[in-house]
Every structure is written in structure tokens, then in C-alpha cells.
């Protein structure tokens, strides 16, 4: 069975900073498109950042360029979000997401209805 699960949310003050950590079961993550979303309470779900297979584009939000890195580890199977100088508009449930290789990830984006299975989610509170 093909699963993703989030993991590192929390509380952390503005100016702080989380990981958070998206672990593949059933398949091997390497192979492909993942991407982080987020959905604050009351506001549409968007695009976070996205990498593509072989690291060969790593995308991000304008909103979040420069304070978040998306990185994989093939080792561990899992894909990471580095979130520094956090803001109280970052605050929202983060999921992570795969799509097959090729698929999702362009220069201008993600593409949400390209991605086929999602984790359940990790909430993310930054306090002002």
C-alpha cells in the first residue's frame, strides 16, 4: 500500500524554525514528483515547493523563497521542508504529495490535480 506521512509540525514562534519530514512507505520516493502543500483555515490549498526526479528542479512559492529548502534523502525515503524565519502567515496544515515522475512540478509550480496521493497532513503554528 502507497503511503505518505508528515511529521515535524508544531508551535514555534515568528523568526523560528521547523522541518518537516515526509516518509514514503510502499513506493520509493526517488522516483518521484514531490511536493508540499498548505492550507490555512478559511484559504484555498497551495503550492509550497516541489522537486522533481533526480533533483533536477526544485521549485518554490514566492512566498516562501529563501527561508524554505526542499530536499530528499534517497537513504531514509523521505523528503524534507526546512522552514526558517517563519512567519504567522505560515501557519496552516502542510501535506506532502507525489506525482509521477514528470508530472506536477513545472517552472511555474505545482500542479495539484497531477498528484495522486497525499499524506494526511501536519499542522504548522507560528505565534507572533
Known amino acids: 500500500q502507497v503511503q505518505l506521512e508528515e511529521s515535524g509540525g508544531g508551535l514555534v514562534q515568528a523568526g523560528g524554525s521547523l522541518r518537516l519530514s515526509c516518509a514514503a512507505s510502499?513506493?520509493?520516493?526517488?522516483?518521484?514528483?514531490i511536493a508540499w502543500f498548505r492550507q490555512a483555515p478559511g484559504k484555498r490549498r497551495e503550492g509550497v515547493s516541489c522537486?522533481?526526479?533526480?533533483?533536477?528542479?526544485?521549485w518554490y512559492s514566492d512566498s516562501v523563497k529563501g527561508r524554505f529548502t526542499i530536499a530528499r534523502d534517497i537513504v531514509k525515503n523521505t523528503v524534507s521542508l526546512q522552514m526558517n524565519n517563519l512567519k504567522p502567515e505560515d501557519t496552516a496544515v502542510y501535506y506532502c504529495?507525489?506525482?509521477?515522475?514528470?508530472?506536477?512540478?513545472?517552472?511555474?509550480?505545482?500542479?495539484?490535480?497531477?498528484?495522486?496521493?497525499w499524506g494526511p497532513g501536519t499542522q504548522v503554528t507560528v505565534s507572533s
Open positions: 504529495a507525489s506525482a509521477d515522475a514528470g508530472y506536477g512540478c513545472t517552472v511555474t509550480g505545482t500542479r495539484s490535480a497531477e498528484y495522486d496521493v
Open positions: 522537486i522533481t526526479v533526480s533533483d533536477t528542479r526544485r
Open positions: 510502499g513506493m520509493e520516493s526517488r522516483l518521484y514528483t
